[in-house]
């Protein structure tokens, strides 16, 4: 079982800029990928962004390529979304969750609560 919990979401004004955390704890090892996902009111939730747990390895929807970053540290056990250039399109709830395999734009079997990120114009 893993338990995810999101934080740092919050209400900041468009070319600003939010850093997201994810806190992960129970079984971390034993999921080979990590994301965040997004959804805005009255749309599907959207993949963001994934990294590879025990790699370096990062991939990105191209609506946030550039603007976004993702990282984690395995020794907080802890997964980061750095998001620069916000725009109003980014509002929405944000979550993170486990992912696989590597490479995977669909969430595997857990996800965090969710963080709410207003971006205003």
């Known amino acids: 079982q893993v338990h995810l919990a999101e934080s740092g979401g919050g209400l900041v004004q468009a070319g600003g800029s939010l850093r997201l955390s994810c806190a992960a704890s129970?079984?971390?090892?034993?999921?080979?990928?990590m994301g965040w996902f997004r959804q805005a009111p009255g749309k599907e939730r959207e993949f963001v962004a994934g990294?590879?747990?025990?790699?370096?390895?990062?991939y990105y929807a191209d609506s946030v390529k550039d603007r976004f970053t993702i990282s984690r540290d395995n020794a907080k056990n802890t997964l980061y979304l750095q998001m620069n250039n916000l725009k109003s399109e980014d509002t929405g709830v944000y979550y993170c969750a486990t992912l696989s395999p590597y490479g995977s734009r669909k969430e595997s079997d857990h996800r965090g609560q969710g963080t709410q990120v207003t971006v205003s114009s």
């Open positions: 990294i590879g747990w025990f790699t370096t390895r990062t």
């Open positions: 129970g079984r971390t090892f034993s999921t080979p990928a």
